[in-house]
């Protein structure tokens, strides 16, 4: 296994676009996390998946966010009516199921809203 | 909540000890973290320690963990310009998720 994948690596849109993004966790990993990354920022958690379900969503995820994980194995993360504040990096990371278990990141996408 | 701090900025010079500092206001997290961030890459998992430990070493790295003080260093020994880097702390929370402090930036000059 290659690791964590993320697709695009890079996006730029211009407000009020839609725009969705795929992460693609390490394949026996059955926990896969959301993050985003501002300028100068350490990440903050989104939300995340166990297996297929969305066991947690952060305040930061707005209603113009939706994640879904159909069949327990890639996610995708999208953003409607995108604004100049979603400029980013969205970072996904998945692990095993337990405490303390280790998340490993993927390269992130960098999204620009114009 | 859990809310974690980290200095902005470290200079050092190569071949010298290089320690980044963290501190976390919640002693429920169990498990603490050091990722490091090259520009314009996601993060790579350098090491843990779990909240029973005080110290662990592995190969250049050295974390110390000060569970009264709420405090948690990383040492990287003999640091070399490929360190230059930006350095997060995170700790493990509720249901799995990770908080992160805002990062340490890391610059080594020759």
């Known amino acids: 296994d290659t690791g964590v994948s993320q697709d695009p690596r890079h996006k730029i849109t211009k407000r009020g676009q839609n725009v969705t993004f795929r992460c693609d966790p390490i394949s026996e990993h059955n926990r896969l996390y959301w993050y985003r990354q501002t300028l100068g920022q350490g990440p903050e958690f989104l939300t995340y998946f166990q297996n297929e379900a969305q066991l947690e969503k952060s305040r930061l995820l707005s209603n113009r966010f939706s994640a879904e994980r159909p069949k327990g194995s890639f996610s995708t993360l999208e953003i409607q009516r995108t604004e100049q504040g979603d400029s980013a990096m969205y970072l996904c990371?998945?692990?095993?199921?337990?405490?303390?278990?280790?998340?490993?990141f993927g390269p992130g996408t960098r999204l620009l809203v114009l | 909540g859990e809310d974690v701090e980290q200095s902005l900025f470290l200079s050092v010079r190569e071949g010298d000890s290089s320690v980044i500092n963290c501190t976390y206001t919640d002693s429920s997290s169990t498990y603490l973290y050091w990722y490091k961030q090259e520009p314009g890459a996601g993060l790579q998992l350098l090491t843990y320690?779990?909240?029973?430990?005080d110290m662990k070493q592995d190969q250049r790295l050295t974390v110390l963990l000060n569970k009264k003080d709420k405090h948690l260093s990383l040492r990287i020994a003999d640091t070399q310009t490929g360190d230059s880097a930006i350095y997060f702390c995170?700790?493990?929370?509720?249901?799995?998720?990770?908080?992160f402090g805002q990062g340490t930036e890391l610059s080594v000059k020759p």
């Open positions: 320690i779990f909240s029973n430990m």
């Open positions: 990371a998945s692990s095993f199921d337990g405490p303390g278990e280790t998340q490993y």
């Open positions: 995170a700790a493990y929370w509720e249901g799995g998720k990770l908080i």
